[in-house]
């Protein structure tokens, strides 16, 4: 079969990640990106993992397609593997685990077992649903979009289905599992457990411990080796659980651990002491040397020149950088959507290049398939001019390269730019279309916008963008960088060394550089470099920038403040302005000065989100508690008895030369779901069809548990409220 399907026509295919952690879409033109973006950033949910309804309704107006020109759907995950693993999960620890399990029931029969029914009931789509398996997801939004036609690759997160972390092998318009790692141990799982301990939100904070660790020691690394965790000499792992509640309750660790390090966490209004500090930088010195191990392993059993990453652990910039530097391979490259968003354009690629057996087609300029990563919503002119004028906003309409000379010349004078031009990014990062910028050589300016514009903590990091052709001249790596993903040190020539300062605040606003505003206390960077092919609208403004100061850097960060997602259309972009305490803004070819406006213009506007069920029992809550218990006394507790081994190990003892990586166990990594019938006993061998952790006798003995969660799911309506949950400040999602 050609690429354009047997009929020469277009292949269009819809990727959809949702109901765990960042729900989007990705839409697939005859092999190519022709959408993607994540649902938080039309609802103004943070984190939103909802099923991506205006994600998907953006990504077939981009192709002006409606979903009968649709080839496929495909879903990121395997939800009947997962179940396996959430069922042994409980089994292992019960009768312990009772509340869990009556969240993980209602989650389960509202959503996760009617994937398929939410998808054409949402959609009114009758077409092909598929799921393929979530790590083949990871490594499919790594593979196929980097410049590489044979690498290793490398996938780490918290957990998909049964999978932890997985080595793989791409090659031209093929991904095996080589190797997995496998639930509760977990790299991913690890980071998050003390991204709470330290105060920040699970699933969103991760970030922040990685920028809090430069100003910490690490001084607790041995406590982490010698109690939590063994790391083999293949960079596989084993968790002492313990020191972790995730598997009994809606908690990431216990009281043990909070034990091991003096007290328990720290709440999130309290300031930061030494411990989070010191805590912080252990931690992250303990990823880099499993993410470094695991990367080397990788080599060495795929033999592949190159290493591709993806999964959420692919977001740690330090632990990159060092691979770039340390590790066996010539280079990386990393998927900017490396979570769960990025989920939904690896299974629609790899479903393509499996599906119809499509070669990958270099572009002809050499450009990688992912680009710039600029695959979000495009506003007009005529757009962007109806905001203003609806909101009464005073602005100067200019071109292209008047442009450039009044934003460098704003940027020059110390200003603070909102940028609104484009297609927005895909994935976490702004890249320059939905961005804030600044002059790099204030020393004030991490401390100004921190605080006055981005309402974060004060000791949080800002990120360059430097020219491609200049980046030597700034930093000790010029490596392409285009997706913020690699830290680099600022050149020595470019430093200086002031005196030792315990203070936070007084420490970020010490100059340690000719670039301070984005040079961090450990004198690293975490650099993008721009190249105009990818964004020359944002090229030319820091090409002014250099022309006027010498500089080729300017300050880029996200376009939003705290909490709240990345701006996406214009309403966003001038409410963002408005509350905070930027100077400029620029919106497509129109200039906004704050001086020239109202003050009280959108002051504190808010804005209507999704219906959201955080804490709050559904309309079916009551019914589906009740059903739980009695699903978890009358059926599992019985199955345990009956079960002579749980395929969860839960034994820990130190040994660094007994490896904990599986051989890959499946061969089929994409299943069309075709089941439409009311017969639950059908159902339920289709259920234990995907099931690989139990012998054939064994998954007998879980049809009558299965049989009446089926019943209890058909019994219900679907509950929108549980559709549109917000995901957990505390908890990893991983049921």
Same mark, same amino acid.
């Given at each position: ?17 949702? &109901? ?33 309804? !205006?994600? %998907? ?6 192709? #002006?397609?409606?979903? /009968? ?75 196929? *979009? ?7 690759? $490398? ?28 639930? *509760? ?53 084993? $968790? @002492? ?19 091991? &390090? ?5 709440? =999130? ?48 910039? +330090? ?47 050499? %450009? ?11 506003? /007009? ?15 100067? =309409? ?34 320059? /279309? ?24 004060? &000791? ?20 392409? /960088? *285009?997706?913020?993903? $690699? ?64 500089? !080729? ?8 403040? #705290? ?58 809550? #009551?019914? %589906? ?39 890959? =166990? ?30 054939? @006798? ?5 049809? *009558?548990? $299965? ?8 019994? +219900? ?8 949950? =917000? ?9």
């Amino acid at each position: 079969m050609n690429s354009k399907g047997a009929d020469n026509k277009d292949v269009f295919l819809l990727g959809i990640s949702a &109901f765990f952690h960042d729900s989007a879409s990705a839409l697939i033109k005859n092999g190519k990106i022709a959408a993607a973006s994540q649902e938080e950033r039309f609802s103004r949910v943070k984190n939103d993992s909802s099923f991506p309804s !205006s994600a %998907i309704n953006y990504c077939l107006e981009e192709e #002006r397609i409606d979903v /009968s020109d649709l080839n496929a759907i495909v879903y990121y995950d395997n939800p009947y593997r997962t179940l396996e693993r959430i069922i042994s999960s409980h089994l292992t620890v019960a009768p312990e685990g009772s509340n869990l399990w009556k969240n993980v029931i209602e989650e389960w029969v509202n959503t996760k077992l009617r994937i398929p029914e939410i998808i054409r009931r949402s959609l009114n789509y009758d077409g092909d649903i598929y799921f393929v398996e979530h790590h083949i997801s990871h490594a499919a939004s790594a593979f196929f *979009p980097s410049p590489f036609n044979d690498a290793a690759i $490398l996938t780490i997160d918290g957990v998909g289905e049964w999978a932890t972390s997985c080595i793989c092998h791409g090659h031209h318009n093929t991904i095996e599992i080589v190797k997995q790692l496998e639930y *509760p141990d977990s790299l991913g799982l690890l980071y998050s457990a003390f991204t709470y301990f330290c105060g920040f939100k699970v699933n969103d904070g991760e970030y922040k411990l990685m920028g809090l660790a430069p100003y910490g020691r690490p001084v607790y690394v041995d406590t982490i080796k010698d109690n939590l965790i063994d790391i083999k000499d293949d960079g596989s792992i084993k $968790l @002492n659980m313990k020191f972790f509640g995730y598997m009994k309750d809606l908690s990431m660790i216990n009281a043990s651990f909070d034990e091991l &390090f003096g007290g328990g966490p720290r709440k =999130r209004e309290n300031p930061i002491t030494q411990r989070e500090m010191d805590i912080a930088r252990s931690i992250q010195a303990v990823t880099e040397e499993i993410v470094l191990k695991m990367a080397n392993y990788a080599h060495d059993v795929v033999g592949s020149k190159y290493l591709c990453l993806a999964g959420g652990v692919a977001l740690n910039c +330090v632990a990159n950088g060092r691979l770039l530097r340390e590790s066996k391979f010539e280079d990386i490259w990393i998927q900017p959507a490396a979570g769960d968003a990025g989920g939904a354009l690896g299974a629609a690629l790899y479903l393509y290049h499996t599906l119809f057996d499509a070669q990958r087609v270099p572009d002809d300029q050499g %450009i990688p398939l992912q680009a710039g990563s600029y695959f979000g919503p495009r506003y /007009s002119d005529d757009e962007a001019k109806s905001c203003l004028d609806t909101y009464g906003f005073k602005y100067e =309409r200019v071109n292209g390269e008047e442009r450039s000379k009044i934003l460098a010349k704003a940027l020059a004078a110390g200003k603070v730019v909102g940028h609104f031009s484009g297609r927005m990014e895909f994935g976490p990062r702004a890249l320059g /279309s939905r961005s804030i910028l600044g002059d790099p050589r204030d020393e004030m300016m991490q401390s100004k916008l921190n605080l006055k514009i981005k309402f974060r903590e004060s &000791f949080r990091p800002f990120a360059p963008t430097v020219l491609i052709e200049d980046a030597g001249e700034y930093f000790d790596s010029s490596h392409e /960088s *285009p997706y913020m993903l $690699l830290i680099a040190n600022v050149r020595q020539d470019r430093c200086l060394y002031p005196h030792g300062e315990t203070d936070v605040i007084k420490r970020v606003n010490q100059k340690r550089s000719d670039i301070p505003a984005v040079t961090h206390v450990d004198y690293s960077a975490r650099i993008q470099t721009i190249d105009r092919r990818f964004n020359p609208v944002y090229y030319d403004i820091i090409k002014r920038f250099k022309e006027l100061t010498g500089c !080729s850097v300017v300050v880029n960060t996200s376009f939003n403040v #705290r909490d709240e997602p990345i701006v996406c259309q214009p309403y966003d972009a001038v409410r963002c302005f408005m509350n905070t305490d930027m100077d400029v803004l620029a919106i497509e070819d129109f200039i906004v000065y704050k001086s020239d406006q109202d003050p009280l213009l959108l002051k504190e506007d808010t804005m209507e989100t999704y219906l959201k069920a955080d804490g709050a029992e559904s309309k079916n809550g #009551r019914k %589906i508690g009740k059903a739980s218990t009695r699903l978890f006394s009358k059926h599992l507790l019985k199955i345990k008895q009956n079960i002579d081994e749980s395929p969860i190990d839960l034994s820990f003892e130190h040994n660094s030369t007994q490896s904990n990586w599986r051989d890959n =166990r499946n061969e089929q990594y994409h299943w069309l779901f075709n089941f439409n019938g009311s017969n639950k006993s059908a159902e339920v061998e289709e259920i234990l069809s995907f099931w690989d952790h139990y012998d054939s @006798n064994d998954r007998e003995i879980f049809k *009558p548990l $299965l049989k009446s969660l089926i019943k209890l799911e058909k019994s +219900v309506d679907i509950d929108r409220a549980l559709t549109h949950r =917000r995901v957990s400040e505390e908890m990893y999602v991983m049921f």
